[in-house]
């Protein structure tokens, strides 16, 4: 499959001046957003609470580079891992950028996280361009029947990162139980970390809903879900509303923590986070 980019001009990232960041061209969701000034505006927030200069932030399913972009004008090292070449290539430039005005650096591993190293069949989506999902078989799910195939490559992220690391993003499309299996030595290294996980039932690969929420919890994580205000919630809860969701279109973002606060918003956030704990199922 043939990318296409085009390079946009965006304001806020950097003090004083634009930041140059390539989207793809057809993209109908993620390069709209950033073209609109910011991708996923929740999760960005609660990302940039916890960067600090120095520290070591891994970003799986990078897809463009967003995430590792902010993490490299903060003054970070991060490791970003993006298996389709072409939307790598597009990674690989936007982080090349930050690092010419930023204090970080980026590295880019082209390849997706997962359990053992090998090769993996990935389906391509022709809008959304976040929604590539490495396949459990040799075919794409039911709602992407119709999305092209190609091999790509799969990397554990402990062959790559040492621990401790303070942030870990991960938004893999249904993958996100294979790489923390790939992750435990780098999990068992950071007793201070933030996380923003997607909780995807539908898409979820290798393991049951329930399994990857004990996962967290047993070690340690607060979770929730990534809003403007987050509050605590019990995998049960966070279970109950995914699964009311539409089953397709129903993912959800989450954000934990565990050894730093939980709350990062200010007093209005937390006081917002209270009134939706009492006012959600």
């Given at each position: 499959?043939?990318?296409?980019?085009?390079?946009l001009?965006?304001?806020?990232?950097?003090?004083g001046?634009?930041?140059?960041?390539?989207?793809?061209?057809?993209?109908?969701?993620i390069g709209p957003a950033?073209?609109?000034?910011?991708?996923?505006?929740?999760?960005?927030?609660?990302?940039?609470?916890?960067?600090?200069?120095?520290?070591?932030?891994?970003?799986?399913?990078?897809?463009?580079?967003w995430?590792?972009?902010?993490?490299i004008?903060?003054?970070?090292?991060?490791?970003?891992?993006?298996p389709?070449?072409?939307?790598?290539d597009?990674a690989?430039?936007?982080?090349r950028?930050?690092?010419?005005?930023?204090?970080?650096?980026?590295?880019?591993?082209?390849?997706?996280?997962?359990?053992?190293r090998?090769?993996?069949?990935?389906?391509?989506?022709?809008?959304?361009?976040?929604?590539?999902?490495?396949?459990?078989?040799?075919?794409?799910?039911?709602?992407?029947?119709?999305?092209e195939?190609?091999?790509?490559?799969?990397?554990?992220?402990?062959?790559?990162?040492?621990?401790?690391?303070?942030l870990?993003?991960?938004?893999?499309?249904?993958?996100?139980?294979?790489?923390?299996?790939?992750a435990?030595?780098?999990?068992?290294?950071?007793?201070?970390?933030?996380?923003?996980?997607?909780?995807?039932?539908?898409?979820l690969?290798?393991?049951?809903?329930?399994?990857?929420l004990?996962?967290?919890?047993?070690?340690?994580?607060?979770?929730?879900?990534?809003?403007?205000?987050?509050?605590?919630?019990?995998?049960?809860?966070?279970?109950?509303?995914?699964?009311?969701?539409?089953?397709?279109?129903?993912?959800?973002?989450?954000y934990?923590?565990?050894?730093?606060?939980?709350?990062?918003?200010?007093?209005?956030?937390?006081?917002?986070?209270?009134?939706r704990?009492?006012?959600?199922?």
């Amino acid at each position: 499959m043939e990318f296409r980019a085009k390079t946009l001009s965006v304001a806020g990232l950097v003090a004083g001046r634009d930041l140059a960041f390539d989207v793809l061209e057809d993209d109908a969701i993620i390069g709209p957003a950033i073209e609109r000034g910011a991708w996923e505006e929740h999760e960005t927030a609660l990302f940039r609470a916890h960067l600090r200069a120095g520290d070591r932030v891994v970003d799986l399913g990078a897809n463009v580079g967003w995430y590792a972009v902010l993490a490299i004008l903060a003054g970070c090292e991060v490791h970003a891992f993006e298996p389709v070449p072409g939307i790598a290539d597009l990674a690989e430039r936007n982080m090349r950028r930050a690092e010419e005005v930023g204090k970080g650096r980026g590295i880019l591993h082209r390849a997706a996280a997962g359990a053992e190293r090998g090769t993996a069949r990935i389906a391509l989506a022709p809008r959304n361009r976040g929604d590539n999902r490495v396949l459990a078989g040799d075919a794409p799910p039911e709602d992407m029947a119709e999305a092209e195939v190609i091999d790509v490559a799969v990397e554990r992220v402990d062959d790559h990162v040492q621990g401790p690391v303070r942030l870990l993003k991960i938004d893999t499309q249904g993958s996100e139980w294979e790489a923390l299996r790939g992750a435990r030595a780098l999990l068992d290294a950071s007793p201070e970390m933030a996380l923003l996980i997607e909780f995807w039932p539908y898409a979820l690969r290798g393991a049951e809903p329930a399994e990857l929420l004990a996962f967290l919890t047993e070690r340690g994580f607060t979770l929730g879900k990534a809003t403007a205000a987050p509050y605590p919630m019990s995998p049960e809860r966070i279970l109950a509303q995914a699964l009311a969701r539409d089953p397709v279109k129903g993912g959800i973002d989450l954000y934990g923590t565990r050894g730093l606060p939980f709350h990062v918003g200010g007093a209005g956030s937390r006081l917002k986070s209270l009134w939706r704990n009492l006012k959600e199922d």
